[in-house]
């Protein structure tokens, strides 16, 4: 799987919106592009994925760019309960392949 | 909303002891991992499985760990002998294959297991 690499820690105050960047320079062509966040010691909770296209759901949009080496997850209104640490991660869609888990970017919501 | 369960949420063992984690997937999954995390460092894959079989493992994932799905439901992590280094969280997730646009391919994580070994 092609690597990927986040900064370590953002802060983001409350209401405001999060904008987490992710480069993905090696992306193959069969290779998506997935957000999980991990609170606290909680399980990994998948957030968003997308292709090439920028994707939106009710948690977060992903920005990718046009030539896919890298993308933005952005949190619109973020809130406490954002804090986490959010893992961008590329993998193969179709399958059992496994998600390898970087050491992601760690959020803090200011109040 | 279905969800992956673990049990038991906190185990704690004397080194040596065989432990057995269990986890109940999602109902119509087919692709069962687990995940280990030991405090303070990243998530790691230590296998998956497919069909009854093992489809990949990491080297963590050595002789002393084996993995069982016995009865249609439960996924099941055995360690043999456990070291004081085997100390860790450990997730099982479920996922379908990815297809169309109603499967995100998503993996589903449990809570987690956290193992104690003294």
């Known amino acids: 799987d092609a690597k990927t690499t986040q900064p370590t820690s953002m802060d983001c105050a409350e209401g405001r919106a999060a904008n987490l960047p992710c480069n993905h320079s090696t992306i193959s062509g069969n290779e998506y592009v997935y957000w999980y966040r991990q609170i606290h010691s909680q399980g990994p909770q998948y957030i968003i994925h997308?292709?090439?296209n920028n994707e939106t759901n009710e948690m977060a949009s992903l920005i990718i760019t046009e030539d896919r080496k890298s993308s933005t997850l952005i949190l619109p209104h973020a809130t406490l309960r954002d804090t986490a640490v959010y893992y961008c991660?590329?993998?193969?869609?179709?399958?059992?392949?496994?998600?390898?888990f970087g050491t992601g970017t760690r959020l803090t919501i200011i109040p | 909303e279905p969800e992956v369960t673990q049990t038991p949420s906190h185990q704690v063992t004397q080194m040596g002891q065989e432990v057995i984690l269990r986890c109940v997937p999602i109902s119509n999954h087919l692709y069962f991992y687990w995940y280990r995390q030991i405090l303070g460092q990243k998530v790691e894959f230590l296998v998956s499985?497919?069909?009854?079989?093992?489809?990949?493992k990491s080297e963590i994932f050595d002789d002393q760990f084996s993995v069982e799905r016995p009865d249609g439901s439960n996924f099941t992590l055995k360690i043999r002998s456990t070291k004081l280094e085997d100390s860790a969280m450990y997730f099982c997730a479920s996922g379908r294959p990815g297809q169309g646009t109603t499967n995100t391919g998503e993996l589903f994580f449990g809570e987690g297991s956290r193992l104690t070994v003294l």
């Open positions: 997308g292709l090439k």
């Open positions: 991660i590329v993998r193969k869609y179709f399958g059992n392949e496994k998600l390898t």
């Open positions: 499985f497919y069909n009854n079989e093992i489809s990949e």
